[in-house]
């Protein structure tokens, strides 16, 4: 131990002495250096820590749905340009996957195997009951994938027998569908030249009105157009959500969609008026909300796409009808955002495995750029 001492005296004489033997403006020079990186260890170690994240919004509380009631497990997913089998000539960027789908059976039954496979891991086996996919060509494709999804079913599973779409050239010619073994009636779009799809559900006797939608990306909307883009989805969607809940405050209507915004975003949060506290979402309020069960929480946890970091933007909204055991009615902290089998090997981050386009296998190829919303919904007798 005397020998480490005195070796650690000896050391510090020669520094002293060639601190000493410096010219003045190098001693000038050592001394700012050491004092600047004393401050600095200081400020880094007694900063105080930053504040942590507020916590989620409370969900609503849990409901006591009546006896008999029906399990309805739905599902949001965008399924990253579905194109079918026929070559329609689009224009760009949409011609590419037209012609790569006709061209090239195998790559376009890959993404339909894929797809149906991972959603028929839900539920048991069975897939979820309602799907409603963004990023599809036609009619056609929201059948084939149908028809994928029957063809992976377990014996005895019940079948997918419906589907609504309303094709349409919005820019981009891409659009909801919805695809379910619950019945679906009249379809029809909202807006002019939006990609806004209302649907009715129906079980048990009830309905519900679904609004699926697919908002203008990021890309061509800035958000600072507080009349169009994104803006003007929100505000269609709300018109008419607005109009429904004051003829009927009780009515179920669920939105949806990928909305190309976090839940915090003045579209989302001001113009839809989609919000994570549940109580503050009330029937036959003046100005009427939405609840959002993934506003407020954690991108980290509950993120659905990847751009530098994960981001919130498939998002949904319930009424005030959706809270209670009439009906329709959401079943509280149900809402999940799964990853499993959906992220490639070695991927950082909570990245989504795209299935990429002809000229791009995206690793070899996963499902889609997005991950699925599911949560669960329950039926009154």
């Not at 520094?15 to 401050?39: E, M, R, S």
């Not at 419906?162 to 919805?178: K, N, Q, T, Y």
């Not at 499993?340 to 499902?367: C, E, H, I, K």
Request: proline share 8%; net charge neutral.
């Amino acid at each position: 131990m005397a020998r480490k001492t005195d070796a650690g005296a000896q050391l510090a004489r020669q520094l002293v002495a060639a601190f000493t033997a410096l010219p003045w403006k190098a001693k000038a020079a050592v001394v700012a250096v050491v004092l600047v990186g004393g401050v600095a260890w200081y400020l880094a170690t007694r900063a105080p820590s930053p504040p942590p994240a507020p916590p989620a919004p409370p969900e609503p509380a849990p409901t006591v749905f009546p006896e008999g009631s029906k399990t309805v497990v739905f599902c949001l997913w965008n399924l990253e340009n579905l194109f079918d089998d026929k070559d329609d000539r689009r224009r760009q960027p949409d011609e590419d996957y037209d012609r790569w789908f006709t061209d090239n059976p195998a790559d376009r039954k890959k993404k339909y195997e894929k797809l149906a496979g991972w959603l028929l891991t839900r539920n048991s086996g069975k897939g979820p009951d309602v799907i409603v996919g963004n990023e599809v060509e036609s009619p056609r494709a929201a059948e084939l994938l149908r028809q994928a999804l029957n063809a992976g079913l377990p014996a005895g599973a019940a079948k997918y027998e419906h589907v609504a779409m309303e094709e349409l050239d919005a820019g981009r010619h891409i659009a909801p569908c919805v695809i379910s073994r619950v019945p679906l009636s009249g379809a029809k779009l909202l807006g002019r030249r939006q990609r806004i799809l209302q649907v009715k559900v129906t079980a048990n006797g009830h309905d519900l009105v679904l609004v699926a939608s697919h908002w203008t990306s990021q890309l061509t909307d800035k958000g600072d157009n507080p009349d169009g883009g994104r803006a003007r989805y929100a505000t269609t969607i709300y018109d008419a959500y607005a109009a429904g809940v004051k003829a009927d405050p009780r009515l179920d209507y669920l939105v949806c969609g990928d909305f190309n915004d976090a839940p915090d975003a003045d579209a989302v949060a001001n113009k839809l008026r989609l919000t994570g506290d549940a109580k503050a979402v009330t029937a036959g309020g003046d100005v009427p909300k939405l609840f959002g069960p993934l506003s407020g929480k954690d991108p980290k946890e509950f993120g659905t796409h990847y751009y530098g970091k994960p981001l919130i933007y498939d998002q949904v909204g319930l009424s005030p009808g959706m809270l209670d055991a009439a009906g329709w009615g959401y079943v509280s902290e149900s809402v999940v955002v799964p990853t499993d089998g959906l992220t490639r090997t070695g991927a950082r981050g909570r990245q989504p495995w795209r299935y990429g386009s002809a000229n791009d296998d995206a690793v070899g190829r996963g499902y889609s750029d997005h991950f699925p919303v599911l949560l669960t919904l329950k039926v009154a007798p």
